[in-house]
Nanobody, 129 residues
């Protein structure tokens, strides 16, 4: 049984930092690209960042570029999202998702949520002004 579990959310003041973690089990982690998505109240879910199966290729939404860093540790089956210089508009539920995608080039994947097979339950991030 595949499980995807996020952790690390919380309440932080604007300008602060958080590091989210996502651990996947029950799948061959090295064959999956991993993505982070978020959803703010009353808004549609949006893609934040993704990383190729090897970790060599990453992609960021324009809204977080230069502030967030995605990384992964395949031995620990874990992907991380380091979030710095947080803004109130970063508030939302953050979801981790796994897509079976063996290519380093992420152009055909990006934030197409239908291509992500496994999703976590989410971790809440709240940034106060």
């Amino acid at each position: 049984q595949v499980q995807v579990v996020e952790s690390g959310g919380g309440v932080v003041q604007a300008g602060g930092s958080l590091r989210l973690s996502c651990t996947a089990s029950g799948l061959f982690f090295g064959d999956y690209a991993m993505g982070w998505f978020r959803q703010a109240p009353g808004k549609e879910r949006e893609g934040v960042s993704l990383i190729s199966r090897s970790g060599a290729t990453t992609y960021y939404a324009d809204s977080v570029k230069g502030r967030f860093t995605i990384s992964r540790d395949n031995a620990k089956k874990t992907v991380y999202l380091q979030m710095n210089s947080l803004k109130p508009e970063d508030t939302g539920m953050y979801y981790c998702a796994a897509a079976h995608y063996v290519y380093e080039y992420l152009g055909a994947l990006r934030f197409a949520s239908e291509k992500y097979t496994y999703w976590g339950q989410g971790t809440q991030v709240t940034v106060s002004s």
